[in-house]
T-cell receptor, first 109, second 113 residues
Framework: SQQGEEDPQALSIQEGENATMNCSYK?????LQWYRQNSGRGLVHLIL?????REKHSGRLRVTLDTSKKSSSLLITASRAADTASYFC?????????FGAGTTVTVRA | EAGVAQSPRYKIIEKRQSVAFWCNPI?????LYWYQQILGQGPKLLIQ????????DSQLPKDRFSAERLKGVDSTLKIQPAKLEDSAVYLC???????????FGSGTRLTVV
């Protein structure tokens, strides 16, 4: 299965701190994507990194990909209360994505 | 641009009843997905359409679930008869094609009692 697994399952940080979560997967991929889900809502696409890329940035987000270790990390810098959500990595080929169980991030004011 | 529209937002039914969900993807998105998300878990793909053809329905419980995508645009997902374990959020997503980010709808929260 290409399904990614996020670590940790849950994370609680103070506002202003950085949050880091990791994703590991088992098989070769074409791309890896990160999504955010606020409670009771659909998923929102954050960033896509292709297998030939090592790092991407988008605003306060930084994603790395190490295909030799089959792992990725998502860093959220200077966290805000609005960053409280579940974060999912999704791995796939060019046809479909498989999602992990997610990391629940709580940002305390 | 308008997002992915789903309805209804919530549905409560008794077991053995039937239910249908509707999805309108982003205009021009050829690929449409239905995912099932059980509380505390990640989304699980049920079925994937490319235009109005099925690409992958390997995880769709075909004895009770069915889906169609009319004219390559709107899609409906039906459950008949529903079981207690079908309680979940049903998410519709669309994308331009494979290898692009998905746009998700807000989902339909189904409770089977």
């Amino acid at each position: 299965s290409q399904q990614g697994e996020e670590d940790p399952q849950a994370l609680s940080i103070q506002e202003g701190e950085n949050a880091t979560m990791n994703c590991s997967y088992k098989t070769s991929i074409n791309n890896l994507q990160w999504y955010r889900q606020n409670s009771g809502r659909g998923l929102v696409h954050l960033i896509l990194i292709r297998s030939n890329e090592r790092e991407k940035h988008s605003g306060r987000l930084r994603v790395t990909l190490d295909t030799s270790k089959k792992s990725s990390s998502l860093l959220i810098t200077a966290s805000r209360a609005a960053d409280t959500a579940s974060y999912f990595c999704a791995t796939g080929d060019d046809y479909k994505l498989s999602f992990g169980a997610g990391t629940t991030v709580t940002v305390r004011a | 641009e308008a997002g992915v529209a789903q309805s209804p937002r919530y549905k409560i039914i008794e077991k053995r009843q039937s239910v249908a969900f509707w999805c309108n993807p982003i205009s021009g998105h050829a690929t449409l997905y239905w995912y099932q998300q059980i509380l505390g878990q990640g989304p699980k793909l049920l079925i994937q359409f490319q235009n109005n053809g099925v690409v992958d329905d390997s995880q769709l419980p075909k004895d009770r679930f069915s889906a169609e995508r009319l004219k390559g645009v709107d899609s409906t997902l039906k459950i008949q008869p529903a079981k207690l374990e079908d309680s979940a959020v049903y998410l519709c997503a669309s994308s331009l094609s494979g290898g692009y980010g998905y746009t998700f709808g807000s989902g339909t929260r189904l409770t089977v009692v």
